[in-house]
């Protein structure tokens, strides 16, 4: 509340009085410290435009190059006002042409005003800078676009109710009630509108952390697809199968997304088996055969060797590595490789035996009886000459 006593009329008149009185007083007793002082407010508004349109110079030579920090900063200097200038000249040299006490209060009172709304405007060029700066060179869809424009009304409105806060607490006014009821206020509205603030500030989160970009291949959940647009409370993905999932930016967030367009390096994981009847000797040596033939389409083996005997093949695996994160260029490479190996093997007279089970049982005495029928051996006859 304002102070009543001291903002009466008739104190007001006392104090206009008073200052109408005392200023040709004033004038005439230190004409010549205002002379000094008006010529170092001049100097100083003359550096403080210079300064300014050093910045706009800086906002100049930058265009083309895209928002960096250079850009940011002569843009929050160039955005300095003129109100503020005069007002921070004058406040400089109070002192110096040593005005009298009220019109010293209306200056500095002034001076508050100015300083407060130009530092509201000051923060506001570096956020919004800093904003341009993170989606710089980004293919942003018109829906992020209008999120940023709400992001930006509501950092100024934020901004210049915190300045306009201050300058009622420096006049005299009791901006504790003010404060409670914005508070309040705010938290009604937070809880009412809660769910699209979360997919805002997921939208946020999605344009400064950049876990993925509109054209980027991801996999969430059970979707795997390409990002079509990232909007103000969704995200739109296009599904390998031609689908258009539209997914809440907060519960892309909450899970575990997979990149896949960041990817440098693909994994072919290759389980083999062969006939338990191969010769050692030849076992041996499948490891350099798979080596050599992953070598020869490009890859690399990272992991290759016997894994265990199995139900009725001896096993190994292997784990070829393509050096790109495209499987335009990885299943042609998978499919090489096994048409590679398959052939390998066949020259090698090493056979793929299929999943069998041969099952054997006894006679009475003990004896094994054979799961085939004894046949006699054929021998060969030659039809030339009729011998055997």
């Known amino acids: 509340m304002l102070n009543t006593t001291k903002s009466s009329p008739a104190h007001l008149e006392r104090q206009l009085a008073s200052f109408f009185g005392d200023t040709p007083e004033w004038l005439s007793e230190h004409w010549f410290s205002i002379l000094v002082a008006t010529g170092i407010a001049v100097g100083i508004v003359l550096l403080l435009h210079t300064l300014r349109s050093w910045g706009m110079r800086l906002c100049r030579d930058s265009d083309g190059i895209g928002t960096n920090w250079y850009t940011i900063f002569g843009r929050t200097i160039a955005r300095t006002g003129n109100f503020f200038i005069l007002m921070t000249a004058i406040r400089l040299v109070v002192n110096v042409a040593e005005t009298p006490p009220l019109l010293d209060k209306t200056i500095t009172l002034l001076f508050t005003v100015a300083a407060a709304f130009q530092a509201a405007i000051w923060i506001r060029e570096v956020i919004f800078g800093l904003i341009e700066h993170r989606t710089r060179g980004e293919n942003a869809s018109e829906s992020l676009a209008s999120a940023v424009g709400i992001i930006r009304l509501l950092i100024s409105i934020a901004l210049f109710a915190i300045a306009l ?45 950049r876990p993925f970009r509109v054209g980027d291949n991801i996999k969430f959940d059970q979707t795997s697809g390409t990002v079509e647009g990232i909007g103000l409370k969704s995200t739109r993905v296009r ?37 338990y009847e191969t010769p050692p000797e030849k076992l041996e040596r499948l490891p350099e055969i798979f080596k050599e033939i992953v070598e020869a389409n490009g890859a690399t083996a990272v992991r290759n060797g016997f894994s265990g005997f199995g139900g009725s093949s001896i096993d190994y695996e292997l784990i070829a590595e393509v050096h790109t994160g495209s499987w335009d260029v990885g299943h042609p490479t998978r499919d090489r490789i096994l048409i590679g190996i398959v052939r390998k093997l066949a020259e090698e007279g090493i056979s793929i035996p299929y999943p069998t089970q041969t099952t054997f049982t006894a006679a009475p005495d003990g004896r094994i009886i054979m799961p085939y029928p004894d046949v006699q051996p054929v021998m060969r006859v030659d039809k030339e000459d009729g011998e055997r």
């Open 165 to 209: 806060v201050m300058v009622l607490s420096n006049v005299g006014v009791n901006v504790t009630g003010l404060i409670a009821g914005l508070g309040v206020g705010g938290i009604a509205i937070g809880l009412a509108a809660q769910g699209i603030f979360g997919d805002l500030i997921a939208a946020l989160s999605i344009l400064f952390d």
């Open 239 to 275: 599904s390998f199968d031609g689908e258009l999932h539209v997914i809440s930016n907060r519960q892309l967030l909450d899970k575990e997304l997979q990149n896949l367009s960041d990817r440098t390096r693909i994994r072919l994981p290759f389980k083999i088996g062969v006939a």
